[in-house]
């Protein structure tokens, strides 16, 4: 059976239309129950354990490894931000001044600055395919230039599986095809649709795949997490935390140093990973999500929206053609003439939520929005186009 509103999960108030998810999630009460919980715990510090440092975070990597169907969960790092993620990636990659790095137009700033330091510190290229300047079939249009940027001196490919602005769907599977034929890194940042849009790792193979956690992954702010594949393996973390180290469990012989790291990604775990209350809640969250499931988030999100997004397109409004796109967040063009200031002060005064990227609207939302939001969204389009 597909999934109905989970609303009466969270504790958005009722006259509130929150379309942002894209830039914060709101909680859900299993998850606000294992923070406050956590939070108690810390008068208690004498019945903290040893295995309280290790098991529940090697139980909620191994969550995120089902989540995105990684067979492994030594392959997850827990880490606090993209950037800290994208930076051990970084870290790990050294460059010819031939070499390109490619990345698509206007990606999230912690998926653009490392690599921009990365090519100017070795002299090499960053190669940034833009958006196609047509609304016809952009997205195919957009994919297919990714594709045929990579050649011979691709070292590196670096981009979301969604644009985070606007919301177009990059084709994973073929850009990793041609990244294989050419021995090129596939990055992603999955931090705009793991969760809400069905993800493989044994599918589609990357590099690296990095999240933010707090947005549809519904951990609180500061959690994020990684995937490193094999290239990794026995590379050069940006920090040497002691947890990371094999036999770290054993606290009586911590200054018996040793030299070997944990397997695979455990080297690029963020020190302190075992965060109790961050654990916990990021734990409560990815259980829920693995009951719901991010293709029924998807098809949830396509039922409540694609006729709205009929209505908008015919108000004058551009949105990605549906299979260049996600449903649980998409751009809006708003046409030419709207008075895009005005727009903002309606959406204030019916305290609706979106973001604004310039002409654009970025529409994102979850198991919890209703047709009652879009209306509201939709009739204040329409007045400002009417004004
Ligand atoms: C695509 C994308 N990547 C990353 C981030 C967050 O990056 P960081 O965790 O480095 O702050 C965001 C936040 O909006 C995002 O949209």
Not at 147 to 175: Q, R
Not at 239 to 254: A, G, I
């Amino acid at each position: 059976m597909s999934l109905q509103n989970q609303k009466h999960l969270f504790k958005i108030p009722e006259d509130i239309t929150y379309l942002n998810i894209a830039s914060l999630s709101p909680s859900f009460h299993s998850v606000e129950k294992a923070g406050i919980d956590a939070v108690l715990k810390k008068n208690t510090p004498h019945l903290t354990k040893v295995v309280d440092f290790y098991n529940p975070v090697i139980e909620l990597r191994k969550l995120f490894a089902e989540l995105i169907d990684a067979n492994n969960h030594e392959r997850i790092a827990t880490i606090p931000s993209v950037s800290y993620g994208m930076a051990n990636v970084a870290n790990n990659i050294s460059l010819k001044s031939t070499d390109e790095v490619i990345i698509v137009d206007e990606q999230f700033p912690s998926n653009y600055y490392v690599w921009k330091k990365l090519v100017d510190l070795y002299g090499a290229n960053l190669k940034v395919i833009k958006a196609p300047d047509t609304k016809i079939h952009r997205g195919k249009l957009w994919n297919e230039e990714i594709l045929n940027a990579i050649n011979k001196n691709t070292a590196l490919v670096a981009m979301g599986n969604v644009h985070w602005s606007n919301g177009t769907l990059f084709d994973l599977k073929a850009i990793r095809e041609k990244t294989n034929l050419h021995n090129s890194l596939l990055i992603i940042d999955g931090s705009q649709s793991i969760g809400a849009f069905p993800f493989s790792i044994k599918e589609i193979q990357p590099d690296a795949l990095i999240c933010a956690g707090y947005k549809w992954l519904f951990g609180p702010y500061g959690s994020a997490f990684a995937y490193y594949g094999p290239y990794f393996d026995h590379g050069n973390p940006i920090e040497e935390n002691w947890l990371n180290r094999k036999n770290s469990e054993d606290f009586t012989r911590l200054t018996k140093y040793e030299s070997e790291y944990k397997p695979m990604a455990n080297r690029y775990s963020v020190g302190e990973s075992g965060s109790f209350i961050y654990v916990q809640m990021r734990m409560a969250a990815l259980k829920q999500l693995l009951v719901w499931k991010p293709s029924q988030i998807q098809e949830y999100c396509k039922q409540l929206t694609q006729p709205y997004a009929k209505t908008l397109r015919k108000l004058g409004c551009y949105i990605e053609d549906d299979e260049y796109r996600t449903h649980h967040m998409f751009g809006v063009e708003l046409p030419e003439q709207v008075n895009i200031e005005l727009l903002k002060q309606k959406f204030s005064e019916q305290n609706i939520y979106v973001s604004f990227r310039g002409n654009y609207l970025r529409l994102s939302c979850h198991l919890y929005n209703t047709k009652n939001d879009f209306d509201k969204l939709v009739l204040c389009i329409e007045s400002v186009l009417n004004s």
